[in-house]
């Protein structure tokens, strides 16, 4: 069945399309969806031992801070500026073991990291650790919307609880392994890779085999379905704003996911592992919230999902500076939770908004969002060390504000008629 959002506004479908359409409701492969959670969880966490190796690269190779910022700003415009680059490309010629091979650059990545010897060497090899994962998110994206037998919402959400699992146990794994044992310890986490390509292969099989049966179908029923017709400035217009909400929700979620702890020692004198544990609890709230949004997206559309994971959030982040230690770990948690129910609900309606260009929202909303995202964390931490760090929960709140911009949304979105 289509997403509500948009039923409610189509045109009535032809009696031959309806069959179709139901028994593809009904199809939903999870086991290809937690395939592909199963390696965005690996992606992710082999993503994020980049930065943790900093502190030892610094020392072993004398680096200076404008150094360690370019090795990101490697890692950076492949892992996120590229995907949308990406996605456009596959969108237009998809390639079903494209998977397998972008985890292979982060294989050769790995290995060539734990053995680097030169700084151009760092360089080269943390850019082709971004890639794989440029490769991985818009094309994982595409299978797992495929897979999804019109559940879109619970298909994305799981998917990405996998990558939200991964970013919170890579600095674990990084405190107790490589930190330890030091740079050529990260050829251990190779394995990984290496596992993730023998699983993407066999989804490649899938995918290829999927494509062959399900492309004349999904062209009868789009045929058949009469979606009212936005224009291509107001479609524009339209991403632009989910854009916005993403950017306003991922800022926010960096303040605590990047300074959550610090909040929690310099305020209340915490333990660092007492503070870790808060820390995790918000981690798991994010876990609990996209499974959710993703389940309630599907039953009542994706706008009031949007209106409640933004502004919903806000009285909570308003009131979490001026709580005291208990009411700010249910805060934090309440917020995660509410937070994290937008993003299947925003990537799934772009994907509505822009039919066939799945590879290019998924590289948007992935890549350059999640960058600007860490762009607005990286000027939080500036705002920290200026005025301290309660002044970042004091400000940030007011970002969710641009939840407001939901009211400019289509209620029933639709691509733009195209040429013939």
Not at 38 to 49: A, K, Y
Not at 220 to 236: D, E, M, N, P, Q
């Amino acid at each position: 069945m289509t997403d509500n959002t948009m039923a409610a506004g189509s045109a009535p479908v032809s009696a031959p399309a309806a069959p179709a359409i139901a028994a593809s409701a009904d199809s939903t492969t999870f086991a290809v969806i937690l395939s592909l959670s199963f390696c965005h969880l690996l992606n992710d966490m082999m993503q994020s031992l980049v930065p943790a190796l900093y502190p030892i690269l610094k020392d072993s190779y004398a680096l200076s801070f404008g150094q360690i910022g370019f090795i990101t700003l490697a890692f950076q415009c492949t892992a996120s500026m590229l995907q949308p680059v990406v996605g456009m490309y596959t969108d237009k010629r998809p390639q079903p073991y494209s998977l397998m091979v972008g985890m292979g650059f982060t294989l050769v990545g790995l290995l060539l990291m734990s053995q680097a010897n030169s700084y151009s060497l760092i360089l080269f090899a943390a850019a082709l650790i971004g890639m794989g994962s440029s490769v991985f998110h818009p094309e994982a994206s595409r299978v797992a919307r495929m897979a999804a037998g019109g559940r879109y919402g619970l298909a994305q959400s799981l998917f990405q609880v996998g990558g939200n699992m991964g970013s919170a146990a890579g600095p674990l794994l990084a405190a107790f392994i490589v930190v330890p044992a030091g740079q050529q310890s990260i050829v251990w986490f190779s394995a990984a890779a290496l596992l993730a390509m023998i699983v993407l292969f066999q989804v490649g099989h899938w995918y290829k085999a999927r494509r062959a049966t399900q492309k004349p179908a999904a062209r009868k029923a789009a045929a058949a379905t009469g979606h009212v017709i936005l224009s291509k400035r107001r479609v524009g217009v339209s991403v632009a704003i989910l854009v916005a909400l993403l950017f306003s929700k991922n800022v926010y979620s960096a303040s605590l996911g990047s300074y959550f702890t610090f909040y929690l020692i310099q305020k209340f004198g915490m333990e660092v592992q007492t503070a870790q544990l808060y820390l995790f609890a918000f981690l798991v709230g994010i876990v609990v919230g996209t499974i959710l949004g993703g389940l309630v997206g599907d039953k009542v559309g994706r706008i009031p999902v949007m209106w409640f994971s933004i502004l919903g959030a806000l009285p909570f982040a308003l009131m979490l500076p001026y709580a005291n230690l208990f009411w700010t770990g249910v805060l934090a948690v309440a917020v995660a939770i509410i937070m994290a129910s937008a993003f299947s609900a925003i990537l799934v309606y772009a994907q509505e908004l822009l039919p066939g260009r799945v590879g290019l929202v998924a590289g948007m909303f992935f890549g350059v969002s999640f960058g600007l995202g860490g762009l607005g964390a990286a000027a939080l931490g500036e705002i920290a060390d200026h005025a301290g760090i309660e002044a970042v929960y004091k400000v940030t709140p007011f970002l969710l504000l641009l939840g407001l911009l939901t009211a400019f949304l289509p209620k029933h979105p639709s691509a733009p008629r195209l040429p013939a």
